[in-house]
């Protein structure tokens, strides 16, 4: 197996370039290719962490208050603990979600066609209840009413017709 031009590491990247009759291989480990710039398809998320090891800068002893993770623990598996780990180590996750996902954290996707007013009301359902929660416990009473009274309209308007 081929190792990487700057380490030792095994090449996962082979460049052929040839130019005026002179051929010039170019071999790279992921880490190197990424730092070249290089974009190799799906990226496995170990590899962007340890990548990023100095990206991530949150405290090393943060622990997720429900099951004890910590970065350090993070950073070994690349699994989380529970679903408390998702707030907890939002700091962290949101620049490794963000590289790995291309600059992408909203979903870009297609949608099947047949689903599409059924999925936007659905969206837009969710995104009322966040900030229905929000106004509630920021204590905005008014606009909590108002955001009620939508949900209440997106609710009924979902309702099947029965004639």
Do not use: W
């Not at 030792?8 to 190197?32: F, M, Q, S, W």
């Not at 943060?62 to 679903?83: E, H, I």
């Amino acid at each position: 197996m081929t190792s990487c031009d700057h380490c030792d590491k095994p090449a996962i990247y082979h460049d052929v370039r040839i130019a005026n009759g002179v051929h010039n291989t170019t071999h790279l480990c992921a880490e190197h290719a990424m730092e070249a710039g290089v974009s190799l398809g799906p990226i496995d998320l170990s590899v962007v962490l340890h990548s990023t090891e100095n990206a991530i800068s949150g405290d090393i002893s943060k622990a997720c208050p429900d099951c004890g993770m910590t970065v350090a623990q993070y950073k070994k598996t690349s699994l989380l603990g529970c679903p408390s780990c998702y707030q907890t180590f939002s700091d962290e996750l949101n620049s490794i979600i963000t590289q790995v996902q291309n600059n992408n954290t909203q979903h870009i996707g297609r949608a099947p066609a047949q689903a599409s007013v059924d999925l936007t009301r659905h969206l837009q359902i969710r995104r009322l209840l966040k900030k229905l929660e929000s106004a509630v416990s920021q204590e905005e009473y008014e606009q909590a009413a108002i955001l009620r009274d939508k949900l209440r309209e997106l609710h009924t308007s979902g309702e099947p017709n029965e004639n």
